[in-house]
T-cell receptor, first 110, second 113 residues
Framework: SQKIEQNSEALNIQEGKTATLTCNYT??????LQWYRQDPGRGPVFLLL?????KEKRKERLKVTFDTTLKQSLFHITASQPADSATYLC?????????FGKGTRLHILP | DAGVIQSPRHEVTEMGQEVTLRCKPI?????LFWYRQTMMRGLELLIY????????DSGMPEDRFSAKMPNASFSTLKIQPSEPRDSAVYFC???????????FGPGTRLTVT
């Protein structure tokens, strides 16, 4: 079946280090991948979109890569700060719909 | 812009009662989405509209759920009758097209007892 998967384990990173989150998809080829941030009690907030013909996208301290061979997107936060602590969701298109991963909870430790 | 507006923010109701959730999308956005989020299943797309027309409702769990979009600035999601397993956070989101970034509302936390 077609799936999008994120590491369900929480990720603890020391402040100042680079946090890397993974989004894997199987059995289909999305045209794009989106990344969202969700804080407790709030709706997801859009961060970045990367298309299948793009290898990398950057926005300030954020970087997203898209590897169609590995069927994977990596989301990096450089110089991480405690304020970056949140759940990060990836989303792709599948059969004309948008599907979300379950998200990875990130904790930046001061 | 006020962003996507949802009401109510919290709803507690008894099993069997009708529940109506409301959404006002961002002005100018032509796509509107209803999602349900639980710990177990994550964020699930229920239905989406394009230019006020329902395009795909295959995510609607059963006939107890219905959604309408009478005009470009208002949509409702109705559950009748409600059941405890419907307890979740329901989000509305809008965008400038189906494959563009989505803007989410604050959500409605529904508890059915």
């Amino acid at each position: 079946s077609q799936k999008i998967e994120q590491n369900s384990e929480a990720l603890n990173i020391q402040e100042g280090k680079t946090a890397t989150l993974t989004c894997n998809y199987t059995n289909y080829s999305p045209a794009y991948l989106q990344w969202y941030r969700q804080d407790p009690g709030r709706g997801p907030v859009f961060l970045l979109l990367i298309r299948e013909n793009e290898k990398e996208k950057r926005k300030e301290r954020l970087k997203v890569t898209f590897d169609t061979t590995l069927k994977q997107s990596l989301f990096h936060i450089t110089a991480s700060q405690p304020a970056d602590s949140a759940t990060y969701l990836c989303a792709t298109n599948r059969d004309d719909k948008i599907i979300f991963g379950k998200g990875t909870r990130l904790h930046i430790l001061p | 812009d006020a962003g996507v507006i949802q009401s109510p923010r919290h709803e507690v109701t008894e099993m069997g009662q009708e529940v109506t959730l409301r959404c006002k999308p961002i002005s100018g956005h032509n796509s509107l989405f209803w999602y349900r989020q639980t710990m177990m299943r994550g964020l699930e797309l229920l239905i989406y509209f394009n230019n006020n027309v329902p395009i795909d409702d295959s995510g609607m769990p059963e006939d107890r759920f219905s959604a309408k979009m009478p005009n470009a600035s208002f949509s409702t999601l109705k559950i009748q009758p409600s059941e405890p397993r419907d307890s979740a956070v329901y989000f509305c989101a809008s965008s400038l097209g189906r494959n563009r970034e989505q803007y989410f509302g604050p959500g409605t936390r529904l508890t059915v007892t």
